[in-house]
């Protein structure tokens, strides 16, 4: 009985330390080394998302990443949103990214504009968590800090470049870093049935 009690007391103490290792401060999350962003552009469907607080595309999100000769990205992007709780109609958005560090390409700045009236405009951080440019990419935004620098208020986005998901050799990659973000559980699938 004893021995029980020792294996079972240090795989508990091992899950305390991991969990105790991993930092969820937005600071400490790692991005895409030596991201490549003429790699990145082309077209990402999204098959998973944790959305944020407010007005968010529900499905059917796709987006098309354009990189000029100067690294400049731009991308027009479309989904189905849902107003009012119940009437769900295709939006087109627009964003243009910048990066504000150099030495971190993969940390972006989005600046966003609904292509229509009833969406909202602004900006965000976007962060490229992940990608392997072929297959999947997982991207990033904090809105909004707590004090200890956790996310308050944040959302991710998985994204494929084929509208059917990913391998099962894929998904385990995109699930570790789900959890290395501290979004595990969080995400929903992305319905992606051609609607927009």
């Given at each position: 009985?004893?021995?029980?009690?020792?294996?079972?007391?240090?795989?508990?103490?091992?899950?305390?330390?991991?969990?105790?290792?991993?930092?969820?401060?937005v600071?400490?999350?790692?991005?895409?080394?030596?991201f490549?962003?003429k790699?990145?552009?082309?077209?990402?469907?999204?098959?998973?998302?944790?959305?944020?607080?407010?007005?968010?595309?529900?499905?059917?999100?796709?987006?098309?990443?354009?990189?000029?000769?100067?690294?400049?990205?731009?991308?027009?992007?479309?989904?189905?949103?849902?107003l009012?709780?119940?009437w769900?109609?295709?939006?087109?958005?627009?964003a243009?990214?910048?990066?504000?560090?150099?030495?971190?390409?993969?940390?972006?700045?989005?600046?966003?504009?609904?292509l229509?009236?009833?969406?909202?405009?602004?900006?965000?951080?976007?962060?490229v968590?992940d990608?392997?440019?072929?297959?999947?990419?997982?991207?990033?935004?904090?809105?909004?800090?707590?004090?200890?620098?956790?996310?308050h208020?944040?959302?991710?986005?998985?994204?494929?470049r084929?509208?059917?998901?990913f391998s099962?050799?894929?998904?385990?990659?995109?699930?570790?870093?789900?959890?290395?973000?501290?979004?595990a559980?969080?995400?929903?699938?992305?319905?992606?049935?051609?609607a927009?």
């Amino acid at each position: 009985m004893n021995h029980f009690k020792c294996i079972f007391l240090a795989a508990l103490l091992t899950i305390i330390l991991q969990c105790k290792a991993q930092s969820c401060v937005v600071d400490t999350l790692k991005v895409k080394q030596d991201f490549d962003i003429k790699r990145y552009g082309g077209k990402w469907y999204a098959v998973g998302k944790k959305d944020p607080e407010g007005l968010f595309l529900q499905d059917n999100i796709s987006a098309e990443y354009t990189v000029d000769e100067d690294g400049t990205m731009t991308a027009s992007s479309k989904g189905r949103v849902k107003l009012f709780g119940f009437w769900l109609i295709c939006a087109d958005m627009a964003a243009q990214y910048s990066v504000p560090d150099p030495a971190t390409p993969a940390k972006m700045y989005m600046t966003y504009q609904g292509l229509a009236s009833y969406l909202s405009s602004g900006g965000d951080n976007y962060w490229v968590i992940d990608t392997d440019y072929d297959n999947y990419a997982i991207t990033y935004a904090c809105r909004a800090l707590k004090e200890d620098g956790t996310c308050h208020d944040g959302y991710a986005i998985v994204f494929s470049r084929n509208p059917r998901g990913f391998s099962p050799a894929i998904t385990r990659i995109v699930r570790q870093k789900q959890e290395e973000i501290c979004m595990a559980g969080q995400f929903q699938p992305v319905l992606q049935s051609g609607a927009c």
